[in-house]
């Protein structure tokens, strides 16, 4: 998942960035901001679906292919909005553009928290201890959140070295799972279930459809980064629809492989289920050191998304759109008051979970995260409805938003939109204060 960066000409405090990424780079920044703690986790969380799973990954993706087109299309036809929230507010005004802006604001506090509670669970492998307990997983999670804090008031050019020692890091227990899978599929050491039309229900695959969307948020990366990409009215949409095609085809053959090869209630059960997977068909050392690459993704993954969340915040502020005290760094840039209190509120949302399991705990916050996301996603397709950009892809966009809010249950997608509904106070006080 990516900032929410509306670039406004007539803003001294945001500069104009020059583009310096190649399609090369654009697909990465795609591929490395979707790739994070969603795959380690999934498997668990999809296996009682079977092959209802599958379908829904399947139509996760070709939904998400059809987001990233209206996204790629928005870019391309109106470069100056500057990225999703830009695009919102050109169609709909600034009152909109605030609370579609701070709505994806609360889905970043929410993926932190998910994500540190992946890493969680995959330690909870090495050190049990970390999963026992109501509140234990919880306030592990915290600690984490709080470390990658400390990092990032390093400042960004140490949260950026850490980033990509992690990232290069993050893509080998994925390749091990393939190829482990490939192996066992040819040696004959497991098959895949006999697939039963009988048992595919649209109830199940809807549900699993939202739980693998949480895996590919991010897709918008390039769309919001393209001030900095090259020749971006082309490689924006090539980067965007190529990264979540690659991303979305890896994900499909991992998960799968994971849930459909081994028994279901071990894999429902399972706190580390790449780690289960490896340990199921090879030894526990090698298990053990799969679980150790997850929680350096979980990691890695966790320190670029609080850096994104403290810059959300930062240039919100900077847009007049939250109040200008979270808007000042420091003499390195680095915007410490914003990522203090983006620490501090996703400290509340763990906390505030805490008594949940681990599994209960991800799989909520999971499914928070995705259907605060998907308004975002709601409002550019409706967005460039309106403004007459790609005007079926995004009424078929739409349709796939509403069907996966639906499918995140009333629970979790009424929190989102009650959590939406939250920031009237502080638009009311902005307004008041005529800061906007």
Known sequence: MAGDQH???????????TGSLGLMAAIALVMGNMIGSGVFLLPASLAPFGWNGVIGWVATIAGALVLAYV???????????????????????????????????????TSVVTIAVAAVS???????????????????AIVLLWLMTLVNLRGT????????????????????VIVLAAYVLSSGQATLPAFDPAQVHTGAVNGAATMTLW???????????????????VNVARATLWGTALTGGLYLLVCSAIALLLPSD??????????????????GDVATLVAIFAVISCIGALNGWTLLEAEMVRDMAARRLLPHWFAQTDARGTARRALLISAVV???????????TMQALFEYLLLLSTSSTLWLYLACSLAALKLGVARVPAAIGAVYAVWTLWGAGIGASGMSFVLMALGLPIWLWLRRNEID
């Open 7 to 17: 670039r406004q000409d007539d803003d001294p405090g945001i500069r104009t960035a």
């Open 71 to 109: 996204l790629s299309r928005l870019t391309h036809e109106r470069p100056a909005d500057g990225g999703p929230a830009g695009f919102v507010t050109d169609a709909f005004g600034r009152r909109v553009g605030f609370f579609i802006s701070w709505i994806y604001l609360v889905s970043l506090w």
């Open 122 to 140: 995959y330690l909870s492998s090495m050190v049990p201890f970390l999963g026992r307990g109501e509140h234990v997983p919880a306030l592990a």
């Open 157 to 176: 050019r140490a949260a950026g070295r850490f980033q990509i020692v992690t990232l290069a890091l993050k893509v080998i227990p994925l390749v091990v």
């Open 215 to 233: 895996a590919l948020l991010g897709f918008e990366s390039a769309s919001v980064a393209a001030a900095r990409v090259r020749n971006p009215t």
């Open 266 to 283: 071990v894999t429902a059960h399972s706190a580390a289920p790449f780690a289960t997977f490896v340990a199921h068909f090879l030894d």
């Open 346 to 356: 996703a400290s509340f949302f763990a906390a505030m979970n805490a008594s949940r």
